[in-house]
């Protein structure tokens, strides 16, 4: 019988050290925490669920990771779910299509925290994130279609396993009881229904920093001796293919692949990704006046109509999945910034009324499986003049790449004047024999 | 004025803080009383016979803090209700809604009394009743493991009610918990990892973060449960939004009244099977050729999962269940299930010559009749049969307080604090202080406290 997918993955992840990345791969990396720091201290600087961080800092417990822009010192699990949480709340963290993973929010929190509680190299702790990506996507992947089907919300599953790979990794488990730790997530995978995030329930941001507090829970039971089931992808009648594809899961395609940290998505605005081509569509129209704007036909793939119609506009975080809230916020702001979502910009009439014109359809070109990640757009304006646009994908993504300077370029802007201190101290990671300076950086508020 | 349509879990929410659980009558209250003393030894008698669960490792100081069940401290609540949750786990032998741990940490923070944790358990049993009468179906047959599903629900109406919540916040709670449960693969339970464990305390840490957080607004949307895109559809395979169940608390009789007590430290799904050899002389493991076992369909398509043959997936296991029995005569928590056990080669020729297929008299449209037929063909050709058409604690003849009272103390051990055998839960009064029962626990005996 074949090696299971989860001893298959933990084989990797046991194994994985700085030495073993790819060049391009160790290059990378600074820029993916670089990546979500600036998404946490953006969520900070907006004040996002302070009273909630109040709650879980004042539970108190043992002060081994900082919680960052706040300098308040947790136990682990207790950091990296709130980091993960906050850094999420924006929707600007980085992605990975290929199993739709938000591995920032996820995996970058839990690797810091227990790098920090450990006294982990710079090294160490990147290498742990590097595995905590390949194990994410090469579980995620196969679960992908499944977790679609039901309307569940994928990167708040497929993150368990990357948290939970990078704090094995943290730990020093080895094969057996990394792929424990993985099998133990899978129990606890969330459900994650996408109502949250359509709704705008404020829980649906946890489905960043739930999964990191999962994945270093999972790894420190399994080092302390609680065994998880590893053949629980392959299981027939009970595993997790029955209970997402309604069969059982043939794994003998997937595994880890060393490049996968390169297939990353980065966000150029502050939307749920199935928002993105239609704003880069616009974007491409060039300069627009709100006021000209009679009307605007999106058509899109259907994945973002669904969500775009199930969407409440009226809350931060169910806005990030409106075509029409994202639309009218680019035009009259010329961005699509975490400054978009506040609530006087939520509250913004003329924003309402610009969105009110704005209509998404089903492309029927774009509806192909695997869908394409497109839009076309029509824009009618007052005096009857039409103008269109139309991309086959998002910006930042595909064959348009973000560069190192753009996403650094990002990353100051969200952080704004911690950002020298961050970028400092992330860039000194690789030769860095602990995490002192950047935990240092950490404690700067915003 | 257009109304707006309450959303489930304010339904939910409104009826469970409102005085609906403090009207149940006095045998729900008893019932109650039933639960929370089965679900406390089972913790202890896990902490006792099995060891220190790794979950407790995870539990650390922090406030609002609750009692670590058996360890003489207090710690950070959710994380007691965890590892009071899963300590007792591996002896598969609690029943009912996901309850009592939550609950208990919950009337600790609260400074609730025991009436309170009474009450409150009556909510979060009716309203996880009435849950799993809707989806716990359609789970087994996506290969889902429905407590550690639904468990959580339960958990959070009976922590929320306890910490006080309105109906709006317990509503998020709800909400919010809908979002965070696991779907829960039974593949760890069939499959014997300890992880399986686990099952026993998410529900409850969960419902306890839940109700904490909703404090601070961190809830749930308020189609959780319901919506296009929310838990049920997700569940039933409905591509949309769904329409629930009234919601009738007490219509079909009180759910906690309805809790059936676990006789056997394994799977329900052997416990008729169990029941029916119970009623026979012990034969000679020795002189037994054969043994068939027809039972209920769930109870036979659990048996074709099992994978290996680890104490905990032999628990899962009708074969190996009935093995272990017919070879030791009895099965004991924490004692018939162990890696020793089930290598024992007694007991593996045992479940080799047993079969388990589905009784035609039990595999009819309609309730799911949980019975079995057992057939023992001996050396000399003899055979020994008996039925049972419902496992023993079951509907109509459910263990007896004295029943539970014993197995209580069996698991607790003789080294149990005076002060919690002077309390005898099934008799304390209601006016008892959490607090000072926990307190009074911590003073005297060197075995198990609160």
Redesign the interface.
């Known amino acids: 019988m074949p090696e299971s997918l989860l001893l298959r993955t933990a084989r990797r992840v046991a194994d994985l050290g700085w030495e073993d990345l790819l060049p391009a791969v160790r290059e990378r990396l600074p820029l993916v925490v670089l990546d979500v720091l600036g998404c946490g201290w953006v969520g900070a600087r907006l004040g996002v669920?302070a009273?909630?961080v109040?709650?879980i800092v004042?539970?108190?417990?043992?002060a081994d990771a900082t919680v960052w822009a706040r300098g308040d010192r947790l136990?682990a699990?207790h950091a990296a779910l709130v980091n993960g949480t906050i850094a999420h709340h924006v929707e600007m963290d980085d992605g990975n299509s290929r199993a739709s993973l938000h591995g920032g929010v996820t995996i970058v929190p839990a690797a810091l925290a227990l790098g920090e509680q450990t006294g982990a190299s710079g090294r160490a702790v990147l290498a742990a994130i590097a595995a905590g990506y390949e194990a994410a996507i090469a579980l995620g992947r196969p679960l992908l279609p499944g977790i679609g089907a039901?309307?569940?919300h994928p990167p708040v599953m497929v993150g368990c396993f990357g948290a939970t790979a990078a704090a094995s990794r943290m730990l020093g488990l080895n094969v057996e009881q990394t792929a424990?730790a993985l099998?133990?997530a899978?129990?606890?995978?969330?459900?994650?229904?996408?109502?949250?995030?359509?709704?705008?329930?404020?829980?649906?941001d946890?489905?960043g920093g739930?999964p990191a507090l999962v994945g270093v829970?999972s790894a420190?039971?399994a080092q302390?001796?609680?065994?998880?089931?590893v053949?629980?992808f392959e299981?027939?009648?009970?595993?997790?293919g029955?209970?997402?594809l309604?069969a059982p899961l043939d794994t003998a395609g997937f595994g880890p692949d060393p490049e996968e940290i390169l297939h990353n998505q980065y966000k150029a605005y502050s939307t749920c990704r199935s928002v993105q081509p239609t704003l880069t569509a616009v974007e491409r129209l060039g300069p627009l006046d709100p006021d000209d704007v009679a009307a605007i036909q999106v058509e899109t793939y259907p994945y973002a109509v669904g969500l775009s119609d199930?969407a409440d506009p009226t809350t931060a975080i169910g806005a990030r999945t409106s075509i029409p809230y994202g639309v009218a916020s680019l035009l009259l702001d010329g961005e699509v910034y975490p400054e978009s979502f506040v609530a006087r910009a939520l509250a913004d009439p003329r924003r309402q009324a610009l969105a009110g014109r704005v209509r998404a359809s089903i492309a029927s070109d774009m509806a192909s499986s695997p869908p394409v990640r497109g839009a076309r757009i029509t824009v009618t304006l007052t005096d009857g003049t039409i103008r269109r646009s139309e991309v086959r994908a998002t910006r930042w993504s595909g064959e348009d790449p973000a560069t190192p300077e753009e996403l650094r370029a990002k990353f100051r802007r969200l952080a704004g004047a911690a950002a020298p201190a961050l970028e400092t101290a992330v860039d000194a990671l690789p030769g860095a024999p602990h995490l002192d300076g950047l935990v240092a950086a950490l404690r700067v508020r915003p | 004025m257009t109304a707006i349509s309450a959303t489930l879990v304010d339904n939910l929410a409104t009826w469970a803080t409102s005085t609906g659980p403090e009207g149940a009558p006095v045998s729900a209250r008893r019932a109650a009383r039933r639960l929370v003393l089965d679900r406390l030894g089972i913790s202890l008698g896990g902490r006792r016979l099995l060891g220190q669960h790794?979950?407790a490792?995870?539990a650390?100081?922090?406030?609002?803090s609750a009692s670590l069940w058996g360890e003489r401290r207090s710690v950070?609540a959710p994380y007691a209700a965890l590892a009071n949750g899963c300590a007792g786990d591996a002896l598969e032998l609690e029943a009912g809604p996901d309850c009592v741990e939550a609950g208990w940490a919950a009337a600790e923070i609260a400074d609730r009394s025991f009436g309170d944790l009474l009450t409150a358990v009556i909510a979060g049993a009716e309203v996880g009743g009435y849950v799993r009468r809707w989806l716990a179906g359609p789970l087994e047959e996506?290969?889902?493991h429905p407590p550690?599903?639904l468990g959580a629900l339960s958990a959070t109406v009976t922590a929320g009610r306890l910490l006080g919540l309105s109906a709006a916040r317990l509503a998020g709670a709800l909400?919010?918990v809908?979002?965070?449960?696991?779907?829960?693969?039974?593949?760890?339970f069939?499959?014997?990892?300890?992880?399986?464990?686990?099952?026993g305390g998410?529900p409850h840490f969960l419902g306890l973060w839940a109700g904490?957080?909703s404090?601070?607004?961190?809830?749930?949307?308020?189609?959780?449960l319901e919506?296009?895109?929310?838990?049920a559809?997700?569940v039933l395979?409905a591509?949309g939004a769904v329409t629930p169940p009234p919601f009738g608390p007490g219509v079909h009789g009180w759910d906690v009244e309805q809790v059936t007590f676990k006789p056997f430290p394994c799977c329900r799904a052997s416990h008729p099977a169990l029941t029916a050899l119970a009623g026979l002389e012990r034969a000679d493991p020795a002189a037994i050729r054969e043994v068939r076992v027809r039972t209920y369909p769930y109870a036979v398509?659990l048996e074709?999962?099992v994978?290996g043959q680890a104490p905990i997936a032999a628990q899962a296991s009708v074969r190996w269940s009935v093995a272990v029995f017919l070879a030791h005569g009895e099965l004991q928590p924490g004692r018939s299930f162990t890696a020793t056990t089930v290598s024992d080669p007694i007991v593996t020729r045992l479940a080799d010559c047993t079969t388990v297929e589905v009784g035609l008299d039990y595999a009819g449209e309609g309730p799911r009749v949980r019975g079995a037929q057992v057939e023992i063909v001996l050396n000399d050709g003899r055979v020994q049969a008996a039925r049972a058409d419902e496992p023993r604690w079951g509907p109509s003849a459910p263990a007896t307080d004295e029943e539970l009272r014993e197995r209580f103390c069996a698991l607790v051990g003789d080294e149990l604090p005076p002060a919690l055998v002077d309390a005898d839960l099934l008799d304390l009064p209601e006016s008892t202080p959490m607090r000072a029962l926990v307190a009074a626990s911590e003073r005297g005996g060197t075995g198990p406290s609160l």
Not at chain 1, 224 to 229: D, E, F, H, V, Y
Not at chain 2, 178 to 188: K, N, Q, V
Not at chain 2, 227 to 231: E, T, V
Request: glycine share 16%; hydrophobic share 40%.
């Open positions: 669920h009273a909630w109040e709650q004042a539970a108190g417990g043992p136990p699990p039901h309307r569940l424990g099998a133990l899978a129990e606890v995978l969330p459900a994650g229904p996408f109502e949250a995030f359509t709704k705008g329930a404020p829980i649906k946890t489905y739930w829970q420190l039971l302390a001796g609680l065994a998880g089931a053949d629980l299981a027939p009648g009970d595993g997790l029955p209970s997402l309604h199930d | 790794p979950t490792m995870l650390l100081p922090g406030q609002p950070f996506h290969g889902l550690a599903m909400a919010g809908a979002c965070l449960t696991p779907r829960a693969p039974f593949g760890p069939t499959g014997g990892s300890t992880g399986k464990t686990l099952y998410w904490l957080w404090a601070d607004g961190m809830v749930g949307p308020p189609t959780a919506g296009s895109r929310g838990i559809q997700s395979d591509g398509e074709r999962r994978r």
